[in-house]
């Protein structure tokens, strides 16, 4: 992997940080665009409280220079506003145990856990009394980070007018149609609370996340996410580890909460039939051209210049008002699961999330494909391939 990243901080911590490596030299790094998409993220219907305190902004720390990449590793951070109310409870240096401070620490620690979360197999698997040492990390409050990362990313695919774009398909039982092309509804949907394109449908989803939310209930949902003008020949069909579709769908699936992955036609390959399912080719003005695109852009482990169509779904929150029967892991007794401010929904977010972890995918792709020490180098491998291939 050329594009790599790293991710540190806590939900509840001084900051988010992210590095990262392999940002070729001469990319125009927008700070404005990625806080942009670090607000897409915050938005939506059904979010809790923590929106109301952070309003997320990045700090560009290293590798960049007047606003481009030089080549070397990329610093970003993103301040926690609600640190100020942790400072004794997440404190990195040790603390002084006064008896003020063991109250302070002591109200926040946590022992029960909630089913559904990471708080049961990481307490166990790394040894620790207090839950919060899990869920603080374990926490969606993470991808802030990644989504600063992906917009990096996003700042490569537009030298290659790549765009991205994701849409809410499913809310609960709400469920919407979405069109061929997702893109005619770009200013719609990135202007909705919901990421949706329909408002009558929105206006069923709210309903069912007010109805949720009153009776201390959490829903999760559908989307997609759409790669337009992606080139033919990103990713391999040779090795397991380089297929495009097995990347993206592991990009996506490390996502908190996200429980499947589809590409293009997805799980209803299994009940069509082979003349219905691959998508047939034509030439018109010596030209290629498909149809249909049940392939979702990706065939063999390999793009094959459609639109990449990933499918995927978010498991309801598992932080609840009205929680599930659980456990106290010290002592084992039955007990209720912990409930800390959370959200009712976060399928919109979660789609925002999931294009900055397909955009880090597709971008490592093309730096692999068109060299990656430059920008003006790639281009103009990216133009002399563009070029060979439209002579096939």
């Not at 942009?36 to 923590?50: D, I, M």
């Not at 149609?177 to 069923?204: G, Q």
């Not at 979660?350 to 397909?358: D, L, P, S």
């Amino acid at each position: 992997m050329i594009f790599r990243f790293l991710t540190s901080g806590e939900s509840h911590g001084k900051c988010l940080n992210a590095i990262i490596e392999g940002v070729p030299a001469g990319v125009k790094i927008d700070i404005d665009f990625i806080n942009a998409e670090l607000a897409k993220r915050q938005v939506g219907y059904g979010r809790g409280g923590r929106m109301l305190i952070e309003k997320d902004t990045a700090k560009l720390l290293s590798g960049v220079r007047h606003g481009y990449s030089i080549g070397s590793p990329i610093c970003l951070e993103i301040e926690n506003k609600d640190w100020e109310n942790w400072t004794i409870p997440m404190s990195p240096s040790e603390v002084v145990l006064n008896e003020e401070n063991i109250q302070i620490i002591n109200a926040k620690k946590i022992t029960n856990v909630r089913p559904g979360h990471a708080d049961y197999a990481g307490a166990l698997k790394y040894n620790h009394k207090d839950v919060r040492n899990i869920l603080e990390r374990s926490s969606a409050r993470e991808t802030a980070a990644r989504v600063a990362v992906g917009a990096v990313a996003k700042c490569i695919l537009k030298a290659f007018d790549i765009d991205v774009l994701s849409c809410v398909s499913q809310i609960g039982s709400v469920e919407a149609n979405l069109p061929d092309d997702i893109f005619e509804y770009k200013e719609v949907i990135n202007n909705s609370d919901l990421r949706t394109i329909d408002e009558s449908i929105a206006e069923l989803i709210r309903n069912e996340i007010d109805n949720a939310k009153e009776n201390g209930d959490t829903l999760g949902g559908k989307f997609q996410v759409v790669f337009k003008n992606v080139p033919v020949g990103l990713g391999s069909h040779v090795h397991w580890d380089r297929k495009l579709d097995g990347l993206l769908a592991q990009a996506i699936m490390s996502i908190q909460a996200v429980k499947s992955v589809e590409i293009g036609l997805g799980l209803k390959v299994a009940s069509t039939l082979g003349s219905l399912t691959h998508d047939e080719i034509f030439v018109e003005n010596g030209k290629y051209f498909r149809k249909t695109n049940n392939a979702g852009g990706i065939e063999s482990g390999i793009s094959n210049g459609e639109n990449i169509i990933v499918k995927a779904a978010m498991k309801a929150i598992p932080t609840m008002k009205k929680p599930l029967n659980s456990i106290e892991i010290d002592t084992k007794n039955a007990v209720q699961a912990h409930f800390e401010r959370s959200d009712v929904c976060a399928v919109p977010a979660c789609a925002v999330v999931a294009e900055a972890m397909g955009s880090i995918v597709i971008a490592d792709a093309l730096l692999e494909k068109f060299s990656h020490d430059n920008l003006f180098e790639m281009l103009c491998n990216y133009n002399s391939y563009i070029q060979q291939i439209s002579k096939r």
